[in-house]
DNA sequence: GTCTATAACGGGATAGAC
DNA sequence: GTCTATCCCGTTATAGAC
């Protein structure tokens, strides 16, 4: 791995760990292994780093969720996986976490992946669901793009509740929960 | 008001839009119209005024709360009641917030608060489905703790991505769908 | 490309005068 | 109780040597 792979590699976990304003370029440079100039070099500065950093995790997330939601099984079965994948819980998703940081936010350029990102998230389950009611599985009276918002915030709004409580079993719990509503909505598909 | 009594409040605001990494003893003087000595004088330091801010936003929070949750009604109409209360989306959760930031989350005497209040709304929220279940209102298939929990997660990820897109619309969808999910199991009480 | 100064600035707090 | 001065350190770079 090269130089400026190591910087945004580090960038990374460090956005993760401890958000863009809790996070210094020294910290950077150190974890990576990373000389002052040398990072300077690769990169215009913090900013220039972290729309690397968060670009690349963004793209990761896109790719990790469309395995799941082109995979085969009926429209609430690859939901379900999707809720029900490995997470790292206690660390929260690394996108969501962005949305809380000021100067993220107030940087258009730095916002946009996060936005895009969760709006594509939503927009994708959505038409998952709009499927599956197409094709008979799900409740029609359910809207394809409310469930979705839904399904998304439970899960960002899982990980707040874990890392309040320093435990996944509140995550557990609230995914347990939206799925146990869902399943009354859920009927044969026909064939 | 008095001096102490403008830093905390001044702390609490300034927690709430910026975070405690982001925010800074200079700022919440400046904000509170009182001077360096003057707030070393009734504070310690910035981890001492930021907790008397988090407790007093805590109790806040708990009282408003639990005037949705003792209010007259079945138990799904005060939970409808408190997941359709005004609030301040953009602006997000002042205690959800706090999660994401590591001096927080690292400090126990700062931590107690967040964890403290997001159990006690699980626990809470649970106890109101519970009543609702016993009286014939619910689904008995439904776990209220996990419906609880899941009724928490929405609220907290809705206001990441109201953050996000910088719209209340996810947020509101994100109700929406779990009001709509709700009314499924949803049956006349036995009277 | 990478290294080592250097620097302007803010964070977080202490000291002592008033 | 409040004010100003002072301090040390970390942040976020820039400059120029190697």
């Known amino acids: 791995m090269d130089t400026a792979e190591r910087l945004v590699e580090s960038t990374r976990e460090l956005l ?10 020294k910290a950077i440079q150190q974890r990576a292994g990373v ?15 972290a729309l690397a950093a968060i670009r690349r ?23 379900t996986a999707y809720l029900l994948r ?19 936010m107030g940087d258009p350029a730095l916002r946009a992946p996060v936005d895009e990102t969760l709006a594509w ?4 389950l959505a038409e998952v669901l709009a499927e599956g009611r197409e094709r008979g599985e799900l ?14 915030a439970v899960l960002q ?8 409580a320093d435990s996944v ?6 995914i347990a929960g939206v799925l146990g509503l869902l399943a009354a909505h859920i009927s044969m598909p026909r064939t």
Chains 1, 2 share one sequence.
């Not at 993760?16 to 370029?25: A, F, L, N, Q, V």
């Not at 793209?59 to 079965?77: C, I, N, Y």
């Not at 409740?139 to 998304?152: C, F, M």
């Not at 079993?169 to 609230?174: H, K, M, R, S, V």
């Open 57 to 79: 995790t963004a793209e990761e997330m896109r790719a990790l969720a469309e395995e799941e939601f082109s995979a085969p099984g009926t429209a609430v079965d690859r939901v």
């Open 86 to 104: 490995e997470r790292d819980v206690l660390k929260g998703c690394p996108i969501g976490r962005l949305t809380q940081d000021p100067d993220v």
């Open 169 to 174: 079993q509140p995550f557990d719990q609230a």
């Open 16 to 25: 993760w760990e401890r958000g863009y304003t809790g996070t210094s370029p």
């Open 35 to 49: 000389g002052q100039g040398s990072m300077y070099h690769h990169f215009a500065g913090k900013p220039d780093l």
């Open 157 to 164: 709004g899982g990980y707040v509740l874990a890392r309040a």
């Open 139 to 152: 409740n029609t009276v359910l809207d394809p793009q409310a469930v979705a918002a839904t399904v998304v």
């Open 121 to 124: 998230l939503r927009e994708r």
